[in-house]
């Protein structure tokens, strides 16, 4: 079986690949853990070439794809495959939902600050790690009590009927009138 | 939306309590008020009277006489507030029965922040301080902390979801402090309090509205739910915010003036209001069963800017709560209790404005049949406010107009042979100086009474950094609001008139920030204002220089506008009268904890984000929903959690979430970037979690060459983000 481990061929080859799209893979790899902020580098190296450990040995059976993508793939199943036997549930059917899941109890069980050297380790994990995880779950809001708000009636007395003259046609029209007569009247009154 | 969920409770009814009193209040109060317009009115028509009468005389008598009683009404709250103060009262909510051994064990509150495209640091900040501040008194478990968002911008939707995160961790206030995000903005504010009410309301007996900005300390939270324990018949406690943080000269002469006068002139609102009081949209606690069953807005009829949705709800809710005879009562004696204003006086128009629209259509309700006529009280004042603007305005053309026309006309004063001026014996500018000295009196004399009020209490004393530097911060704040009124008269003038023809107010956030108003945006805000000053001015001169003299309050206040506007808004001379100790406030020489907090905490923020944060790409937000894996989890479990809410599962269905559509759009996204994509299809995808599941996976599982070079800058960004 072909892995990181075996020295390249006599091509320049690693597992099928030449070296620069290895190194597109680790760079990819390396991001996304990066992302999820695993910050010591020992150990980010370490996981990295795990994954490309597993691709590599993939690569040689699926000749026509990029390490790149094998190595993503391979990423995904891994933190998906650790992120179902931390939390004990099934991965299969169920991957993005666990993944999500997976990604919001590594951020509220502190995983980036408090338990980076437990990520992606096989069990067992400490306990306080363990229920951390496991009951990390986010609520926007309590449970529902449903209600519907209506507006009682509001008799808004002479004004809706001032409001319900605008309807009549012309008034608005007359009422422009009204006004210039009054402001000829008032200026007539304030000259004399 | 008839919905199986939603539950039915018969509606909570209060008899009426006997309130014998209320009349005579009333009656005293108002009568004080209109007596002393009635004599000074008496004296300015025996002034034109001496010249000879003339129509536009009539026209100033009675311009002068309602402009006089909006004055002296102002004064008597100054005048009752003060003697309330001084003498003490057993009429306020605090003290009617004691509360403060009251168990509120059985009680459930929430504190809901609706906010609206806001600064979220400070947002968030003002609301861990309360939390922080509520865990003191050991009552945290009796409330909720709900932020409540109407933000429109996609990438403050992503923050708020983010340090909301950052922030109930945190806290370890998972449970605690909730986050809902509406999908449509529908009735604004008070529509999102619907919202939530309709949602939650009816796990809460309480709920408590926050401003964005408002700040509450523990123990006045846990005061007022004390409060609506004891009283059963109160539907909502207002409390008195304090103006607290202002940093600009402007801010702080503001908060000055709000510190020392509002405990006065709140007295004097209080004697008369009573349990028929008022709401100011926040910082006050509602009993929600009554709020929910009658205070639902209905929309008015008409177009806009006066028909449809009610913008200055809070009066109105108050004028239904107490219709249906729950008490709503002012706390302005319990402290702890703070906002903040705008820093400068382009921001402070801004927001005049938008309440300018929302009282004025106040005058749609004013006359609903089964008000209290305490609330129309309420109602009428407000709208008030705005109309003296322009009806000084009025006033003050009014006079000019008769100057000039004697003057151009040629006609002479007629003196009159029946006026009383000749048992005064006083000579026409005697009485002229005269009522403009009882005029300036009345403005002016519940400031002196609010010194007094301070002069008799030693600690309040010092909390203003002594009599002396009080007295002086009066007499500079005064100098200034006689520079700041003719700006606001012209404003609020144009306020009225451009609604009065039709035009609405958008309602953009409020811009608290206390950066200082550019020379080039104060010349764009003002030069109107100067222009007017100059003409105006010169005209004076020309007609009479003698009554130039008289109009250089006003006149001063429209030439300086500019130099007014831009120096007022700097911090550094906010931070100078602070030096030399003027404009000085309590929360400035003794801060509560509270707000040394809230300083340091956004202080840290302030060292630790500016100098990382770089220009932010273009759609940053989604790059941020998508590819950071925390706050694609945080985003895709929120819109789970949404779908849950029937009422929002139906809207969300209603705009396409969930059809095949967006697989199409989410393959175009990746390949092509988010660019080739309507704003309308972005939020689409933003708002599906399956699809922002989906599109996180790709973005990272895909090689380089299929996605869009957008997202390979993006991804870089990322991964290389020191978080």
């Not at chain 1, 422009?176 to 008032?186: E, K, P, Y």
């Not at chain 2, 039915?8 to 005293?28: H, K």
């Not at chain 2, 536009?56 to 002068?64: D, I, K, M, N, V």
């Not at chain 2, 002086?472 to 003038?493: G, K, N, Q, R, Y």
Request: hydrophobic share 45%; net charge positive; aromatic share 12%.
């Amino acid at each position: 079986m072909t892995g990181l481990g075996t020295l390249t061929d006599a091509s320049g080859r690693l597992a099928g690949r030449s070296l620069e799209e290895w190194n597109a893979a680790y760079e990819k790899v390396e991001n996304y853990f990066h992302a999820l902020r695993v910050r010591n580098k020992a150990l980010l190296g370490q996981l990295v070439l795990r994954v490309l450990e597993r691709a590599a040995r993939r690569a040689p059976a699926e000749p026509g794809r990029p390490a790149s993508l094998i190595a993503a793939e391979e990423m995904d199943h891994l933190v998906t495959e650790w992120f179902a036997e931390v939390l004990q549930v099934s991965p299969a059917g169920s991957d993005q939902t666990l993944s999500t899941r997976g990604r919001l109890a590594l951020l509220l069980a502190d995983m980036p600050g408090r338990w980076q050297d437990q990520f992606l380790r096989p069990g067992p994990w400490p306990d306080e790690f363990v229920s951390a995880m496991r009951e990390s779950f986010l609520r926007a809001g309590p449970d529902f009590q449903l209600s519907k708000m209506t507006p009682r009636p509001l008799d808004l007395g002479p004004i809706a009927t001032l409001t319900n003259l605008g309807r009549i046609p012309y008034v608005r029209m007359v009422l422009v009138w009204l006004l210039f007569g009054l402001m000829l009247a008032g200026i007539f009154w304030l000259t004399h | 939306m008839n919905n199986p969920g939603i539950s039915e409770t018969p509606p909570l009814v209060v008899l009426p309590v006997p309130r014998a009193q209320r009349g005579q209040r009333l009656f005293l109060f108002y009568s004080s008020a209109v007596l002393l317009t009635g004599v000074v009115s008496w004296l300015f028509a025996d002034l034109l009277w001496r010249t000879g009468w003339s129509a536009s005389r009539t026209l100033l008598l009675a311009l002068f006489v309602v402009l006089f009683l909006f004055a002296a009404i102002g004064c008597m709250h100054g005048v009752y507030g003060f003697f309330l103060q001084i003498f003490g009262t057993r009429r306020r909510i605090t003290r009617l029965k004691d509360y403060r051994g009251q168990d509120i064990s059985g009680t459930s509150t929430a504190i809901v922040f609706p906010i609206y495209n806001e600064d979220i640091v400070r947002v968030y900040e003002g609301m861990r301080v309360t939390y922080e501040s509520l865990q003191k008194t050991g009552q945290l478990e009796r409330f909720d902390l709900f932020i409540l968002s109407d933000t429109t911008d996609p990438d403050k939707r992503v923050e708020e979801e983010r340090r909301w995160c950052d922030l109930i961790r945190e806290l370890d206030a998972l449970g605690r402090i909730y986050y809902r995000r509406r999908l449509s903005n529908e009735g604004r504010k008070s529509g999102n309090v619907r919202d939530f009410l309709n949602a939650w309301g009816r796990r809460y007996r309480y709920f408590m509205v926050c401003d964005a900005d408002s700040i509450m300390r523990g123990e006045t939270l846990v005061d007022l739910v004390k409060l609506m324990e004891v009283h059963p018949t109160v539907g909502l406690i207002q409390t008195v915010p304090a103006v607290v943080n202002a940093e600009s000269l402007f801010g702080r002469i503001q908060q000055f003036a709000n510190r020392l006068y509002a405990p006065v002139f709140i007295a004097g609102l209080n004697y008369w209001a009573r349990d028929l009081g008022n709401y100011w949209g926040h910082n006050a606690i509602i009993r929600t069963e009554p709020f929910m069953q009658y205070c639902d807005l209905p929309q008015l009829p008409g177009r806009k800017p006066f028909g449809g949705q009610i913008l200055s709800h809070d009066f109105v809710e108050a004028a239904l709560m107490v219709r249906e005879n729950w008490e709503a009562w002012f706390a302005y004696d319990l402290e702890g209790s703070y906002e903040e204003a705008p820093q400068a006086m382009i921001d402070n128009a801004q927001r005049e404005r938008r309440w300018c629209q929302g009282n004025l259509q106040h005058g749609l309700v004013l006359f609903a049949r089964g008000l209290r006529g305490v609330s129309r009280l309420h109602l009428m004042l407000g709208i008030c406010g705005y109309l003296a603007g322009p009806l000084w305005l009025a006033f003050l053309l009014t006079f000019n107009w008769i100057r000039w026309f004697h003057r151009y006309t040629g006609l002479s004063d007629i003196p009159a042979v029946h006026a009383f001026t000749p048992y005064l014996n006083l000579t026409g500018t005697a009485h002229a100086l005269l009522i403009f000295i009882i005029c300036m009196v009345v403005i002016m004399f519940p400031k002196f009474l609010a010194l007094i009020d301070l002069a008799q209490d030693w600690e309040r004393r010092r909390a203003f950094g002594g009599l002396y530097r009080a007295t002086i911060s009066v007499v500079a704040e005064t100098a200034f609001s006689t520079l700041h009124a003719p700006l606001l008269m012209l404003w609020h003038t144009r306020f009225v008139v451009t609604n009065l023809f039709g035009a609405s107010v958008g309602w953009g956030p409020q811009v608290r920030a206390a950066d200082g108003t550019t020379w080039a945006f104060a010349i764009q805000r003002h030069w109107g204002h100067t222009v007017i000053g100059v003409v105006w001015g010169a005209f004076m001169w020309s007609l009479e220089p003698s009554l130039f003299w008289w109009f250089t309050p006003v006149l001063a206040g429209l030439v300086l506008s500019i130099p007014l506007s831009v120096l007022t808004s700097r911090r550094s001379l906010g931070a100078r009268a602070r030096r030399f100790g003027l404009f000085l406030t309590p929360e400035e020489t003794g801060p509560p904890p509270e707000l040394v907090a809230l300083r340091s905490r956004l202080r840290v923020h302030e060292l630790t984000e500016d100098i990382t944060t770089s220009p932010r790409r273009p759609h940053a937000s989604l790059a941020e929903a998508v590819l950071d894996p925390y706050m694609n989890a945080v985003h895709v479990t929120l819109l789970f959690e949404r779908r849950l809410n029937p009422v929002y599962a139906e809207q969300l269905a209603a705009m396409g979430v969930g059809s095949p559509k967006i697989s199409v759009l989410a393959e175009k996204v990746l390949a092509e970037g988010p660019d080739k994509l309507t704003p309308e299809e972005r939020r689409l995808i933003m708002a599906d979690p399956a699809t922002m599941e989906w599109l996180h996976r790709q973005a990272w599982l895909r090689p380089d060459e299929s996605l869009a070079p957008w997202w390979k800058a993006m991804m870089r960004e990322f991964s290389q983000r020191e978080i």
